[in-house]
């Protein structure tokens, strides 16, 4: 008995004490209602605790000064199992400010790659549109499948609407004629022109001088008037029905022709293993009520949309337009509605992805443990940075003068893994992953896996506010809807060229060049329709003709002649009548017979009139 308890005597003294941990730099706190039966070490100002193997000793010490035990044993082999206990590692749990625990310790998987990093859609072409999408697809065959002909038809006929409310106002009727299918392909053909060649922001007076400063294509695709005219009266929208419709939609006028072209973006191209979810803001510093300022984006005023895309392309999937306060949680079900707004936006933006095993990546205004644990019900895996005053983290993973630099720590639980990395002092670089469950570092960057899995995974709605940037159709206008509408043919041109590259994985043809054919291709019909009318002038017929390589004798007649050359030749109306000139074209104004010294086929006094 006395042998024993001079055993348990000198254990106690080599036991370290409370200071000596604190220099040796061990865990944290316990939770404030721990009991007086543990034998816990306690370092002040942390939120976090150590377990360690303290109950099992205690339980032996007090087994120990029993009087039943202490008469049995008496064997000195007996301060094996306490030297044993002794050197067991410790497990180390963390607490955040609301008591949420951490552990230091992964979980135990059985499997290398677990069932939910397992995607189970292929990227690529949907089923339905691989036939009509392939290697021979040309770009406005894949453009066509996000703009559809019924998208285009709606567009033309809200636009004769407005063309024939104002149509009175005007003295000369010929370019304010009803607008068809082709020649608004034409319109939008000459707006990817402008963004190609950078002159989205020029007057349009400026591509029109004849004078060596302008550009002979837009001249050959539309008049200057007739272009103006469609500026100001493309409508996507009817104009009777969108007061009572504004009630409800505060972007009425252009949420239609919005929902329509996400649809068939959703329908065309299924998306690879990683999406990306951030906003992009809209430039516009017009009237709206839901316009936003973001001081730390380029155009600082603008229409904030939210994204979601592919992380390796930048094919947007899905988004919707930000319409002020509350505007996150529409057409979302009700027990929604008590989540934060950054998690209801996340999960109206990932309907086209649930239950399909991929991962969602979100910058710090995102993510949250709240988000991670709404995405695993829907089969998605989170990856994304926090924000430091999240009360889940604890106080270890906050940047501290005290961490070293490169020095890493990891938090787990069954779902979630924490990290914290320190890229410089002062600085901690907070990730919250539900993909990665262990404490792997890249040894060349001494960077954590998570942070360089978010590091190739965070740029997609980057990527594509970028292109848009590079080749933009935009142009200044007080109208908000005809903005989006910009930004939406933008978007059309990165969507078809990611989906030709994945057709066409075998050509790698530049996006200036995709654009470039798309434009050509949308034009042509309408100058070739414009070719064979006889009230364009006659050096623009020529650029027409060599524009599109046909000769003037492959022109088609029209109906009452063959072209615009006159049957029978009289004397010019408008020249000296002794000099006795034939007539061999029409006045384009007046109609009258004039010869060939008569330029540009207006006679003397509609020139002097001009």
Known sequence: MAANDELIARWLEEVPSDEEDLVNGVFSDVEDDVGDGHVLEEIS??????????????????????????????SSDDDVPLLELRSRPRKKNFFGKNRFRWSSEPPHYRSRTLQHNIVLEKEGVKPEYRTAINASSTPL?????????????????????????????????????????????????????????????????????????????????????????????????????RAARRETDASAPISELFDSFIKQCQAVYSIGSYACVDEMLLAFRGRCRFKMYMPKKPAKYGLKIL??????????????????????????????????????????????????????TTDNWFTSLELADLLKEKQLTLVGTLRKNQREIPSEFLPSRYRHTESCLFGFTKDVTLASFVPKP???????SSMHHSPEVDDSTKKPEIILFYNSTKFGVDLLDQRCSNYSTARRTRRWPLAIFYRLLDVSTSNAYVVSLSAQAQKKETRFHFIKMLAEQLTRPYMERRVKSIHIQRDLKFALRRILQIHEADTPAVAGGSCDKLEIRNVCSTCDPKKKRKTQYLCFNCKVSICLECSNKLCIHCRENR
């Open 307 to 360: 994204c979601i895309t592919d992380a390796r392309t930048g094919y947007l999937l899905n988004a919707y337009i930000y319409l002020g306060k509350d505007s996150d949680g529409l057409n979302l079900p009700s027990q929604y509605n008590r989540l934060k707004k950054p998690t209801q936006a996340v999960m109206r933006l990932i309907s086209p992805i649930e239950g399909s095993n991929r991962n969602v």
């Open 141 to 241: 065959d894949i453009w066509s499948k996000f703009f559809t002909d019924d998208i285009l038809n709606k567009i033309v006929q809200h636009t004769n609407q407005k063309i024939r409310e104002i149509r009175p106002k005007y003295n000369k009727q010929t370019n304010v004629q009803d607008i068809d299918l082709i020649e608004l392909k034409a319109f939008i053909g000459l707006l990817f022109y402008t963004a190609i060649f950078k002159e989205n922001r020029e007057h349009y007076t400026s591509w029109y001088k004849t004078d060596g400063s302008g550009r002979e294509i837009y001249r050959c695709i539309m008049s200057k008037s007739r272009f103006e005219v469609l500026l100001n009266t493309i409508r996507f929208d009817d104009a009777t029905t």
């Open 45 to 74: 100002g942390s939120d976090s605790e150590i377990e360690g193997e303290e109950e099992p000793i205690l339980t032996n010490l007090q087994t120990r000064n029993s009087p039943s035990v202490s008469s049995v044993q008496t």
């Open 426 to 432: 002062n600085k901690a670089v907070i990730m919250l």
